[in-house]
């Protein structure tokens, strides 16, 4: 005569065989400094366009800081910042800054002329790429996996990303 297995016994043989399975699968790695960190590079090459939308809080709207890094010795070329104004959905502010500038303190400041109209509760959206006449090449920005900003998304070549 065969007896039953308690019903305990099942639950821990199921339940030991699911942590192997677990441990069978391979880790996934994502995209982070060396630390684990919550941050990751996007390297700026042709035809990458980084574009980040937010929120603005205040009137008088003049700058935006950017974290980037050199990926090269040496970068080259100039990085375009294109500013859009999404709310009234147009081109605000254009700029090509070289690449060496941008990346030479931790933080680079995109600064203009203040926007003459009231700039609070619009939504703007930050695009960075190559230069077209001199594409940047050694340069990244730096972004934040998660939820960064309420109201902004972070996009890679028009593709929203959970990051800001």
Known sequence: MVR????WIAAWVIIGVGMVAALAVPAVTLPSDGFGLRRFSIEIDPPITVSQTFVMNADQFHGIEVSAASTEKTPSGELRFDLYDVTDERLVR???VPSVEVVREP???FEFSPIAKESRDHVYRLDVLGSPSRPAQGV????TKGEGYAG?????????????
């Not at 039953?4 to 019903?7: L, S």
């Not at 990244?140 to 972004?143: C, D, G, T, Y």
């Not at 972070?154 to 593709?159: C, G």
């Open 94 to 96: 254009r700029a090509d």
């Open 4 to 7: 039953p297995v308690p019903a």
């Open 152 to 164: 902004g998304s972070l996009f890679i070549n028009d593709r929203e990303r959970w990051a800001d």
């Open 107 to 109: 933080t680079y400041r």
């Open 140 to 143: 990244a920005l730096r972004a």
